[in-house]
């Protein structure tokens, strides 16, 4: 039963961790660059949903509103950081979304204070239930029900709306598409603003899980999600998906089953499977191997 | 009304003046080639067409209204499509979607109606997806829908992005070099689609091109480039005695099937 309890919570981890991951790979996806500050934005987006509780906002109307904020950031963020260099190397692009992350995690740092904030228990307010010795909460199955929902709808998305076809095209060629009439400033708008709603959506299953919010939330699951992100293949969004679950599940079966003293133990796994992954398949478990033409 | 006017043309590149003063016209239904040697300035014109480059001076007329200013996507609104040298299909894509990115700029429904799955948008998919049926249907190209563009074969590619092209709309369709690279049957295939092209879609066509036998065997007029300037213009029988063009062109003797792509 307790290997049930602690699967459980790895879904529920990894849910999160695919929702951040998701917007990793739709952007690297479109745009080839891998937006470090995403994980902040997330943070960011736990303030913002804070904010509004805080105010007395219904948690979902908080959540609608932090999702409103987090999506106009995300793509103000493109639109004055990213969009400059999109013609420049990759690395120079890189180094900006570092910059940024920075830059987030400092602002937050300015207006909230370094200090943690805490969360209402949402997860109090919602039905739970036992199985054995072990409570579950329902937060958990509406997490992990909503992450693959999302999942689905996006792959969706993605491969047959026009919206998509176009996020496809940019993806393939920019300047091609944009010559076929595809406005390629509005489509990378369109990818920032879905992954940036998504962040939103992860910051708020994730703090509704472990309340606590400070400006430093979004590093290790920004950094996690973006190696799940690799782990299922970038770029390809059910790969996203199934590299989130796995990363969820490995870190918290590794929390549970290995001694307490050891628990920090559980990162350096994850990151060990990264290493592992990279040297076996480093185009990720649905990723295609990229022959080289000479 | 001419479909397409340029007027007084010119791109330099630091000083390098690679298109230089050229005005031509294209009417409607009309198909015209445009030849000259090698770095004369053809593809150059294109991208200028096409807002890809910015004219250093001289303007460019879609039916009357000028494209100045007009970012490259708007293009296809004014009525220009084009392929490319290099073809530069979404390989990765299914040959449908590729033919869909062309309906692409007439799509008027939003991104929330897209995500919520509201009626709108699933009827102007559906037409989307019949009429791109079509249009593979009509270049015969109707049984490799479903297969990755990057899966067909050489001469179907090149079809495939005449296809996309078509989608948009094009009053005008710009082909850059399109039988670069096929062979005898090939470009006696591609002959026939430019020519259903023109029938059925009522589009005119610039082609640059370097097969003599496709130039002269389709071109209704020839535009001459050299240097980035207009050597000789008129119907193919004029330009090809034109004692000038056999000069730049050919050399002083030459045979006029003898030039590569």
């Known amino acids: ?294 | 009304m001419a479909l397409l006017e340029v007027k007084n043309l010119s791109i330099f590149f630091q000083g390098l003046k690679a298109v230089h003063d050229v005005s031509f016209e294209i009417a409607e239904g009309e198909i015209v080639g445009m030849i000259g040697p090698n770095g004369a300035g053809k593809t150059t014109i294109f991208n200028l067409l096409t807002n890809v480059y910015e004219p250093t001076e001289g303007e460019i007329f879609v039916e009357g209204k000028s494209t100045l200013g007009q970012p490259a996507y708007k293009m296809v609104d004014m009525g220009l499509a084009r392929t490319f040298q290099n073809i530069r299909l979404f390989k990765d894509m299914s040959v449908i979607d590729n033919v869909k990115v062309g309906f692409h700029h007439k799509g008027r429904y939003s991104i929330a109606e897209a995500v919520f799955r509201l009626p709108p948008y699933w009827r102007e998919e559906q037409l989307y997806e019949e009429r791109a049926e079509e249009i593979l249907d009509i270049f015969g190209m109707g049984d490799m829908a479903n297969l990755p563009a990057r899966n067909l074969p050489y001469g179907a590619q090149r079809k495939l992005e005449i296809c996309r092209a078509i989608a948009s709309g094009p009053k005008l369709l710009l082909l850059d070099e399109p039988a670069c690279g096929m062979n005898a049957s090939e470009t006696q295939e591609l002959m026939d689609t430019i020519r259903l092209v023109k029938d059925r879609f009522h589009t005119s066509v610039l082609l640059i091109e370097h097969d003599m036998n496709l130039v002269m065997g389709i071109c209704e007029r020839l535009i001459v480039l050299n240097y980035g300037q207009v050597l000789a213009q008129g119907d193919p029988e004029e330009v090809r005695n034109n004692p000038e063009v056999i000069r730049a062109y050919l050399g002083s003797e030459g045979d006029p099937n003898a030039l590569g792509c």
């Open chain 1, 1 to 294: 039963m307790y290997f049930v309890v602690q699967l459980l919570n790895g879904l529920q981890l990894g849910a999160i961790y695919a929702l951040i991951a998701l917007g990793y790979t739709m952007v690297y996806g479109v745009i080839k660059l891998i937006n470090f500050a995403h994980g902040d934005l997330m943070m960011m987006a736990a303030y913002f949903a804070l904010i509004a509780m805080a105010k007395g906002a219904h948690p979902l109307l908080a959540l609608a509103i932090s999702i409103i904020m987090t999506t106009v950031l995300g793509v103000l963020i493109e639109r004055i950081a990213y969009k400059p260099l999109r013609k420049s190397s990759r690395l120079s692009a890189l180094i900006t979304a570092i910059g940024v992350s920075l830059l987030l995690q400092n602002v937050a740092m300015l207006i909230w204070g370094s200090g943690a904030k805490t969360y209402p228990n949402l997860q109090a307010s919602l039905p739970s239930f036992n199985i054995g010795h072990n409570t579950i909460s329902s937060l958990s199955i509406i997490t992990v029900v909503l992450a693959v929902l999302v999942m689905i709808g996006l792959y969706f998305f993605v491969e047959k709306s026009k919206v998509g076809t176009a996020m496809r095209a940019v993806s393939e060629d920019m300047e091609a598409a944009e010559l076929m009439g595809i406005n390629v400033n509005h489509t990378i708008s369109a990818t920032f603003a879905i992954g940036s709603a998504l962040a939103a959506l992860a910051a708020f299953l994730l703090c509704a899980a472990y309340p606590q919010v400070t400006p430093y939330i979004g590093a290790m699951p920004g950094i996690k999600a973006f190696i799940a992100a690799v782990i299922g293949g970038i770029g390809i969004v059910p790969g996203a998906m199934v590299g989130g679950f796995i990363l969820g599940i490995i870190e918290a079966l590794t929390k549970g089953f290995i001694p307490s003293q050891y628990s920090a133990l559980s990162d350096a796994v994850v990151f060990a499977i990264l290493i592992v992954v990279l040297l076996i398949k480093p185009s990720g478990i649905f990723g295609k191997v990229q022959g080289e033409k000479v």
